[in-house]
């Protein structure tokens, strides 16, 4: 299986702070990345897939980059809303693996 | 509106069995791959088994290793609707279990739509 490995855990940051998470894949998924977010007694939400593509009614705020093992995501303006946990995850084999997970919270 | 409804969990003792049903609603649910993640308590995400839109090839179905051989996903696509059948209940099998949506008719692993997840708790 491909390990997801996201680093940190966990940060603190302020509303109007650029925030960068990072995951790195344990061997080489092309584009395949997925993120989600998830805000605490809720399901998860698909952020950003195949690596930069935004979902439908996801803010410009959000972005994505990376290729073969390490990507990153960027939130360039911190919102109020989007304190919350962040997952990776690669689509490009069976069995799909996730990050463990970063938790952004309020500085 | 996309919406995806759990329903099934609750407690059940080691060794024992229990299904979960997932009631969609909202899109063309015969259109598209469905699967299930599961999320142990303060932990991370965890994919479980995934099924095509039309699952009667081989290869139509897939679960991690760690349910394989006690679980069995199924779809009733005439009734809008994903199932869980959990055989053989472990303690390491209790997590808030997720239906998820495919963004694709094959599992491509793009979970664009979630339910609200269902508890599962396997305990003595």
């Known amino acids: 299986d491909i390990q997801m490995t996201q680093s940190p855990s966990s940060l603190s940051a302020s509303v109007g702070d650029r925030v960068t998470i990072t995951c790195r894949a344990s061997q080489s998924i092309s584009k395949y990345l997925n993120w989600y977010q998830q805000k605490p007694g809720k399901a998860p939400k698909l952020l950003i897939y195949?690596?930069?593509s935004l979902q439908s009614g996801v803010p410009s705020r959000f972005s994505g980059s990376g290729s073969g093992t390490d990507f990153t995501l960027t939130i360039s303006s911190l919102q109020p809303e989007d304190f919350a946990t962040y997952f990776c995850?690669?689509?490009?084999?069976?069995?799909?693996?996730f990050g463990g997970g970063t938790k952004v919270e309020i500085k | 509106e996309v919406q995806l409804v759990e329903s099934g969990g609750g407690l059940v003792q080691p060794g024992r069995s229990l299904r979960l049903s997932c009631a969609a609603s909202?899109?063309?649910?015969?259109?598209?791959?469905m699967h299930w993640v599961r999320q142990a308590p303060g932990k991370g995400l965890e994919w479980v088994s995934g099924i095509t839109w039309n699952p009667i090839s081989s290869g139509s179905i897939g679960y991690a290793d760690s349910v394989k051989g006690r679980f069995t996903i199924s779809r009733d696509n005439a009734k809008n609707s994903l199932y869980l059948q959990m055989n053989s209940l472990r303690p390491e099998d209790t997590a808030l279990y997720y239906c998820a949506k495919d963004r694709n008719a094959a599992s491509t692993y793009y979970f664009d739509f979630w339910g609200q997840g269902i508890l599962v708790t396997v305990s003595s």
């Open positions: 909202g899109f063309s649910f015969d259109d598209y791959a």
């Open positions: 195949n690596t930069s």
């Open positions: 995850q690669q689509s490009f084999s069976t069995p799909p693996t």
